[in-house]
């Protein structure tokens, strides 16, 4: 049972839009949501993180959206770069928990 | 800042040896470490977390004997596959989090583990 859901394996955006990921989760309890950019054979790297209390992350070229009542949040990328091609990955957590849930990655390929 | 340091980067043995696998906090006390498999085309799987100073905590289906954690400091936590075997063979990745709440995870560039 999938608790964070990122039901795009793949994206492909040209270089200069926007680039739109999607993460779904099921736990009402999860209220503290990170993304995370992984490049082949390397760990993941923090880009950003939203918390309930809010709704909206912005960090530079990086905006993270969250829906409670729709369980959904998306990360935004504007404009997008060839550099941002990578696999993406939510993860969610309960405040104050210890481990995070991570989604299954989308990979994003941004077209020159 | 927050740089995980994880070594080795790959690793081949044969089956049946012992490997260790060091994940390091280089710039901040990591209370918390966590060891990660990730099987091709999966997503990251949460193996076990551990505290400083205290047991590790395993997820269900981890074998606790197999795959010894040792968090003995708050910068060195180390996973060590017990007579390895091919089926171990997998990319293992730790990361790290500083104390206080909602700190984010600062991952390792992960082990390439193959067991021959």
């Known amino acids: 049972d999938q608790q964070v859901k990122q039901n795009s394996p793949s994206l492909s955006v040209q270089e200069g839009r926007i680039s739109i990921l999607n993460c779904d989760y099921t736990?009402?309890?999860?209220?503290?949501f990170l993304w995370y950019k992984k490049y082949p054979a390397e760990g993941p790297t923090f880009l950003i993180s939203i918390s309930s209390i809010k709704d909206k992350n912005e960090d530079g070229r990086f905006t993270v959206f969250l829906n409670k009542s729709a369980k959904h949040l998306s990360l935004h990328i504007v404009p997008s770069q060839p550099g941002d091609s990578a696999v993406y990955f939510c993860?969610?957590?309960?405040?104050?928990?210890?481990?995070?849930?991570f989604g299954p990655g989308t990979r994003l390929s941004v077209l020159p | 800042g927050a740089v995980v340091s994880q070594h080795p980067s790959w690793v081949i043995c044969k089956s049946g040896t012992s490997v260790k696998i060091e994940c390091r906090s280089l710039d901040f006390q990591a209370t918390t470490m966590f060891w990660y498999r990730q099987f091709p085309k999966q997503s990251l799987m949460l193996m076990a977390t551990?505290?400083?100073?205290?047991?590790?905590?395993?997820e269900q289906g981890v074998e606790k004997d197999k795959f010894l954690i040792n968090h003995a400091s708050l910068t060195l936590s180390t996973l060590t596959v017990t007579s390895a075997h091919p089926e171990d063979s997998s990319f293992y990745i730790c990361?790290?989090?500083?104390?206080?709440?909602?700190?984010?995870?600062?991952f390792g560039d992960g082990t390439r583990l193959s067991i021959l």
């Open positions: 993860a969610a957590s309960a405040r104050y928990g210890q481990n995070f849930v």
């Open positions: 551990s505290n400083e100073g205290s047991k590790a905590t395993y």
């Open positions: 736990n009402s309890m999860f209220d503290y």
């Open positions: 990361s790290a989090r500083a104390t206080g709440a909602d700190q984010p995870q600062h």
